[in-house]
């Protein structure tokens, strides 16, 4: 028996309510049920994962889902969350799952770094009125150019990948999303001449037409790893970590592989698929080289190879080694980022701030003379275009977001991917459920807020007085802390507002 | 003619489409008034069949040869020359049920004072079905325009 009150009360406005039923036929977790006889709706609340899909879609706004009011004697050591999840394993016996990034109220760096503006000394820039540059190329540059007498480049540039913004979309694989998912953000990078990425789930037919804005991944599971795959993109990606749950793999339950996914992942029908903790080829440095220059090697050093770290404690060190193996693009995750699923203890607990760990690697290549030789994309919990920016001044090349294009997407952070049961359509493989997700509507959406970032990038680098974004990275004089300890400041490599 | 038809691999079974489209054909246009207090209750012209796992939406069709004109013992029933419109002319209507009853798709409905159908809300910029789908399942085009596109 259940000792817990439901988390959430749906709460409906019966003079509002006209008994049509679409919250009832809309509702995966059976929580609006159409009482026939007395020609209304009553709720199961203990289903209730407050989704917000019946009340966006209830034509007369007379629904609206608040946390339970119940209370537990005020505690502040055993809070309800803590109360509550102890309750949850004594009668499951097992591990806790969450999915999206970490919930927990910890700082933001970002929104504790402020950005500089012109005045009187040097000009702002009007974006609407003057070029403003906001293309990115990703890959190894060169230390230095040496050119023939007819003014072209004696030696061949190492491959470079162009970006028309500097954010691109995270992995998220077709298993953990829906294939309608995945198309709609292959559009729309298709649409802002960016990137998405496949995720470790393979690819699937369907979306080979837009191979040319795609990243490859290429995770411990090697799910849907051959010749022919590698070459259905512009990057490939090396996942060796995530910011959500650093030093574990991934498990996408059976159930969840239909026909479609276990083509594209090349694995029965109905079995489970696991993504090792580590990859088992890979237990060094000289390991990972290895890997990075197989695929080079097969792929004919066509394109760039990107390896993706979760931010842990020895991130710089660890960044080095992965630039000296031979990576051509370096992806961290901050511990804030999202997954589909994993133990929510590790989900909260693991990993180190996005801000800190890219500021400490871009430092850390930098006195090592090898920054150059790769380009640095950071991601885990990217709010807003203001952090994109802070982000680049940092020192990153570009920024991957997930869940900002899955809330354009109709996510409403209810962070039960992990149950298949997505009434958006989005993190699940039911039928009925992905078709809500029509690649036309959302391919629009996360196209506008792309280039409404983009927009605001523009301007914000207009009042810096700057016209192109390669001139904002690295560019650490652009930002001050606030509140920030004197340690904050020297690992951010940032003076204190006022300095 | 621009009619409009149903995407059935992208419709959600909301029937919100009926809602609207009653809401539409209301007196006061307001979705609680239309269900709570109208009378005579109007009634959606679009009807969505079907259940969670395969779902459509019916509406006329403004057949080429409309079997309810045919049918209609008072010529209330008329299809517009021009537009291609089938629609009834209210004032002549008896309710006697016949284009119901010849209507191969069924999606003729009959007060107690006459026939409703889709009228493909004239007067308005798309059909309130059309504006209000969530899912973009329902289009109002001309498929021979689009096709020569």
């Not at chain 1, 899909?53 to 050591?77: D, G, K, M």
């Not at chain 2, 009926?18 to 539409?24: G, I, L, R």
Request: aromatic share 4%; net charge neutral.
């Amino acid at each position: 028996m259940r000792y817990y009150a439901p988390e959430f009360m749906v709460y409906r406005d019966e003079e509002r309510c006209i008994a049509c039923g679409a919250c009832a036929r809309q509702c995966s977790n059976k929580v609006h049920i159409i009482d026939e006889e007395k020609g209304k709706l009553r709720a199961e609340e203990e289903n209730c994962v407050n989704c917000q899909r019946c009340v966006a879609l209830c034509p007369t706004n007379a629904l609206h889902i608040r946390h339970n009011p119940n209370e537990l004697r005020l505690n502040y050591n055993w809070t309800q969350k803590a109360v509550k999840e102890v309750e949850k394993q004594a009668l499951s016996g097992g591990v806790l799952l969450s999915a999206m990034g970490n919930p927990a109220n910890h700082p933001s760096y970002f929104d504790r770094i402020l950005l500089n503006a012109s005045q009187v000394t040097n000009p702002s820039i009007d974006p609407l009125r003057e070029p403003m540059e906001t293309r990115v190329y990703l890959g190894r540059k060169p230390s230095k150019l040496e050119f023939n007498a007819d003014g072209t480049l004696k030696e061949k540039l190492p491959p470079q990948v162009e970006l028309d913004i500097p954010i691109m979309i995270s992995a998220m694989s077709f298993g953990s999303i829906s294939l309608n998912a995945q198309k709609s953000l292959a559009r729309a990078a298709e649409e802002c001449n960016t990137l998405f990425n496949t995720g470790e789930g393979g690819m699937h037919r369907d979306l080979i037409g837009y191979k040319n804005r795609a990243v490859i991944q290429v995770a411990s599971g090697r799910f849907g790893v051959n010749k022919e795959y590698l070459n259905n993109g512009r990057i490939i990606e090396i996942k060796i970590g995530q910011g959500a749950k650093p030093g574990i793999g991934g498990h996408v339950p059976g159930e969840k592989v239909n026909e479609d996914v276990s083509q594209a992942r090349t694995i029965p029908k109905g079995t489970d698929a696991i993504s090792p903790a580590p990859h088992h080829d890979i237990y060094s440095i000289e390991d990972l080289r290895q890997l990075i220059y197989s695929l080079k090697e097969a792929t004919d050093y066509k394109k760039p190879v990107s390896v993706k770290i979760a931010a842990v404690h020895n991130v710089a060190a660890i960044a080095s080694g992965c630039v000296r193996a031979g990576a051509d693009i370096l992806v961290i995750d901050g511990y804030k980022g999202g997954t589909g699923a994993a133990p929510t203890r590790l989900l909260e607990n693991v990993g180190i701030p996005i801000e800190l760990a890219l500021a400490s690697v871009d430092q850390r290549l930098r006195d090592e003379s090898i920054r150059h030789q790769v380009s640095i994309v950071c991601t885990g919990s990217i709010h807003n275009s203001a952090d994109v920016v802070k982000a680049i001044a940092l020192g990153a090349d570009a920024v991957y977001i997930a869940s900002a294009v899955l809330i354009a997407m109709g996510c409403h952070m209810c962070r039960t991917c992990h149950t298949g049961l997505c009434n958006w359509g989005i993190a699940t493989q039911r039928e009925d459920l992905t078709r809500r997700l029509n690649p036309d509507i959302y391919a629009e959406r996360v196209a506008n807020l792309l280039k409404a970032w983009n927009h605001e990038i523009q301007e914000m680098l207009g009042g810096m007085g700057i016209n192109a974004i390669e001139s904002l990275k690295g560019n650490r004089l652009m930002l001050r802390g606030i509140g920030l300890s004197e340690t904050e400041l020297r690992i951010l490599g940032i003076k204190h507002a006022g300095e | 003619m621009k009619k409009v038809y149903a995407v059935q691999n992208l419709c959600l079974n909301c029937k919100l489409c009926e809602v609207y489209c009653k809401t539409a054909h209301s007196q006061t246009k307001n979705i609680v008034k239309a269900y709570k207090e109208e009378v005579p209750e109007p009634s959606a012209r679009i009807v969505v069949e079907g259940d969670n796992q395969a779902s459509l939406a019916l509406q006329c069709r403004h057949c080429e040869s409309p079997a309810c004109v045919e049918a209609c013992i008072t010529g209330a029933m008329q299809k517009n020359p021009k537009t291609g419109l089938v629609s009834t002319d209210e004032t002549r209507c008896v309710a006697c049920m016949t284009c119901l009853a010849a209507c191969p798709y069924g999606i003729i409905r009959v007060n107690e004072r006459a026939a409703m159908k889709c009228d493909l809300c004239q007067g308005e910029e798309a059909p309130a079905c059309v504006q209000n789908c969530p899912n973009r399942a329902l289009v109002c085009v001309d498929i021979y325009e689009e096709a020569e596109r």
